[in-house]
């Protein structure tokens, strides 16, 4: 089965310094990598997708996630970060071979804080 | 659109009631999901729904909950009977899922707090 991994629980980062939230993933094929995020007693939102073939994928807010392929990773970035970022973080991966159907699997979820 | 509609936001009952959760899916998405979100476990699927025909419940803990979509814009997640450890996020999701495209984004509902005491 197709899995994702963050390694970190929380992720602490001062207003206007850069941003990453890691992930890592395990796939048999081509990944199909997302990442969502959770504001509190709020539902899911997307942020953005991994096409097969990009390096950096941009997404929604300004984020951005960089795809390696020799390091399995995914990991989410944001050149300055922003007090209204704090929330939790999640990285997903479809899992599933039928292409017609969509199962995403979440991974733990990583809380970031940007202090002021 | 207003997006995922669920109900009720929040619900309180005590072990043994039966709890029925409602969702409302994006007009036009023909896939649905119901997740669970709790401290210990994470985001787990409990079922899909794909033209309103049941794919994959796997994740249904047990056989007190059950999930039906009778038509395309509406969807019940059933407990029967609740019990403490029940207690949690339950979140609906749609999507458009479209057989020789990419894979769409899911779109959440704000969830349904459930309280089993």
């Known amino acids: 089965a197709q899995s994702v991994a963050q390694p970190e629980d929380q992720v602490n980062v001062a207003e206007g310094n850069p941003l990453t939230v890691k992930c890592t993933y395990s796939v048999s094929g081509n990944p199909y990598l997302f990442w969502y995020v959770q504001y509190p007693n709020r539902g899911l939102q997307f942020l953005l997708q991994y096409i097969t073939g990009d390096t950096l994928v941009k997404g929604s807010y300004g984020f951005e996630a960089e795809f390696n392929k020799s390091q399995t990773s995914f990991h989410l970035k944001k050149p300055s970060a922003l007090v209204s970022d704090s929330a939790l973080y999640f990285c997903?991966?479809?899992?599933?071979?039928?292409?017609?159907?969509?199962?995403?699997?979440f991974g733990t979820g990583t809380r970031l804080l940007v202090s002021p | 659109d207003a997006g995922v509609i669920q109900s009720p936001r929040h619900e309180v009952t005590e072990m043994g009631q039966e709890v029925t959760l409602r969702c409302k899916p994006i007009s036009g998405h023909n896939s649905l999901f119901w997740y669970r979100q709790t401290m210990m476990r994470g985001l787990e699927l409990l079922i899909y729904f794909n033209n309103n025909v049941p794919i994959d419940d796997s994740g249904m803990p047990e056989d007190r909950f059950s999930a039906k979509m009778p038509n395309a814009s509406f969807s019940t997640l059933k407990i029967q009977p609740s019990e403490p450890r029940d207690s949690a996020v339950y979140f609906c999701a749609s999507s458009l899922v479209l057989l020789a495209g990419p894979t769409g984004e899911l779109f959440f509902g704000e969830g349904s707090r459930l309280t089993v005491l």
């Open positions: 997903a991966v479809r899992d599933g071979v039928n292409t017609g159907f969509q199962k995403l699997v």
